[in-house]
Antibody
Framework: EVQLVQSGAEIKKAGESLKISCKAS????????IGWVRQKPGKGLEWMGI????????RYSPSFQGQVTISADKSTSTTYLEWSGLKASDTATYYC????????????WGQGTLVRVSS | SVLTQPPSVSGAPGQGVTIACTGN?????????VHWYYQVPQTAPKLLIY???DRPSGVPDRFSGSRSGASASLAITGLQREDEGDYYC???????????FGGGTKLTVL
């Protein structure tokens, strides 16, 4: 069974750095793309980017390019989403998600990580 | 949002509703597939329809998808109270080189 388990909620201050995680199980981690989606409070879904753990090929949405870093660790089957300087506007729930075997859509989702940033 | 959805739709139990998703020549109109998700607030989204009109196992056949030109639709028949929630369409946009979501549609079962 494919499972994506995300790290817990975070409360941070503006300017601080943060790295949240998404641990995958139930499949061969290196062979499937895995992405991140942002959802601000009361708002819709926003695609942030996606990584192929096999070779670390990473694609970013233009809206998030340079704002976050997506990485993956094959040894622990974990994907990361990282900020070097948080802003209050980064307050949101972040989901990791994985496509099916083929196709550009997300079939499996993590439970979400709430990030609150105070100014 | 790059893909446009109505903010809300509603229907009585047992009736049907349709949710539209309008794109342009860089996404749906460029023949990229459309996918649909369902989300109960404060929970993770769930895949409802993929590749325009395919249903993952476990999704009732009351849900169906279609695509025509630069638009797509999600149809729900035989509305049930548990269908209430937010529905999102998603596709790929070649001008952005990015996956894109619609703004979401809130379904209320009256």
């Amino acid at each position: 069974e494919v499972q994506l388990v995300q790290s817990g909620a975070e409360i941070k201050k503006a300017g601080e750095s943060l790295k949240i995680s998404c641990k995958a199980s139930g499949y061969y981690f290196a062979s499937y793309w895995i992405g991140w989606v942002r959802q601000k409070p009361g708002k819709g879904l926003e695609w942030m980017g996606i990584i192929y753990p096999g070779d670390s090929d990473t694609r970013y949405s233009p809206s998030f390019q340079g704002q976050v870093t997506i990485s993956a660790d094959k040894s622990t089957s974990t994907t990361y989403l990282e900020w070097s300087g948080l802003k209050a506007s980064d307050t949101a729930t972040y989901y990791c998600a994985r496509p099916l075997s083929s196709g550009w859509f997300f079939a499996y989702w993590g439970q979400g990580t709430l990030v609150r940033v105070s100014s | 949002s790059v893909l446009t959805q109505p903010p809300s739709v509603s229907g009585a139990p047992g009736q049907g509703v349709t949710i539209a998703c309008t794109g342009n020549s860089s996404n749906i109109g460029a023949n990229y597939e459309v996918h649909w998700y369902y989300q109960v607030p404060q929970t993770a989204p769930k895949l409802l329809i993929y590749a325009n009109d395919d249903r993952p196992s476990g999704v009732p056949d009351r849900f169906s998808g279609s695509r025509s030109g630069a638009s797509a639709s999600l149809a729900i028949t035989g509305l049930q109270r548990e269908d209430e929630g937010d529905y999102y369409c998603q596709s790929y946009d070649s001008s952005l080189s990015a996956w894109v979501f619609g703004g979401g549609t809130k379904l209320t079962v009256l």
